[in-house]
């Protein structure tokens, strides 16, 4: 039996404005702490090729919504899918920022946001529209009692998303449990330099540091491409063109090539003595430094 069409909302769906490209992050401010200066001059030495790829990709996600910026683009659908998208732009360029500014720990939390938000926007596309028509249906109109415009908080969340795409939810899991207060990972973050004879625990530090770099940065190298693989077969939301799967299959396998590097430190699942754990891989401050494993 076919499925029943689902309402539509009375509202209209404006355009949507976006930005014109998108640019890294530029240098700090004169006043900013030496180290902050330090980390920002290493990342561009150490990972300009990261950096540069991020960019291609968040400016591969501009085309696409350029191209499908014509008002016959302008459904529900597309509102549901751009709203999310939106944010996890941001989270991503935010995350980005604080990678070249030494600001590790705080990358985690952005992270997580960022898979949770592009989960949903394929969950809701495929799935359940009727959820965030329903929210529109029964929100966005005066609360007499409260005397409030009514939006409605509209919980969701894209569970069986995160659970079901491998390469995202690795990031999802790696990512939380790296944003949560668990003590190990604290020490990772902070105290990256502690043993079995000291913790060596620094408050505030914006050190260069090439192993934290290059798992953030992976982090988010792959939900860039998780992104845009979402992006580009969405055909009947939005307008993609041969060419841009093209684009897209081209930056995929870039993504991959670079993530496989043998030296690149990363962070891998594993299970030791009957529990699933974290094994850190090529763990090191400097490029030069003897790389590490690190198990949390």
């Not at 914006?206 to 934290?212: M, Y």
Request: contains cysteine; negative net charge.
């Amino acid at each position: 039996m076919a499925e029943e069409p689902l309402p539509t909302p009375g509202q209209r769906v404006s355009g949507i404005p976006f930005p014109e490209a998108y640019a890294l992050p530029g240098k700090p401010d004169e006043h900013a702490p030496a180290t902050v200066q330090d980390t920002f001059r290493q990342t561009q030495f150490v990972l300009g090729k990261d950096l540069r790829l991020f960019a291609d990709g968040m400016n591969l996600q501009l085309r696409i919504l350029n191209d499908s910026s014509h008002s016959r683009y302008r459904t529900h659908a597309y509102a549901a899918v751009v709203g999310t998208w939106s944010r996890a732009y941001m989270a991503l360029e935010d995350a980005c920022l604080l990678v070249t500014r030494g600001s590790y720990g705080s990358v985690p939390n952005l992270v997580r946001s960022a898979c949770e938000l592009i989960a949903a926007e394929y969950q809701v596309k495929y799935g359940e529209m009727g959820e965030f028509i329903g929210w529109m249906l029964g929100h966005l109109k005066p609360d007499e009692e409260q005397k409030a415009f009514d939006v409605g908080l509209g919980h969701y969340f894209a569970g069986t998303t995160l659970a079901a795409d491998d390469q995202l939810r690795a990031v999802y899991r790696s990512s939380s449990d790296l944003g949560r207060p668990n003590f190990g990972a604290t020490l990772l973050e902070v105290g990256p330099e502690s043993n079995n004879l000291r913790l060596a625990y620094a408050f505030a530090d914006a050190s260069f540091h090439v192993g934290w770099a290059e798992i953030t940065l992976g982090w988010l190298l792959r939900l860039c491409e998780r992104q845009l693989a979402v992006a580009v077969h969405m055909d009947d939301v939005l307008n993609i063109e041969p060419a841009t799967h093209a684009a897209y299959g081209d930056y995929a396998l870039r993504v991959g090539e670079t993530l496989g590097a043998p030296a690149r430190a990363y962070i891998e699942e594993v299970e030791s003595d009957g529990f699933k754990r974290w094994l850190v891989h090529n763990f090191r401050r400097q490029p030069s430094g003897a790389p590490k494993r690190v198990l949390l």
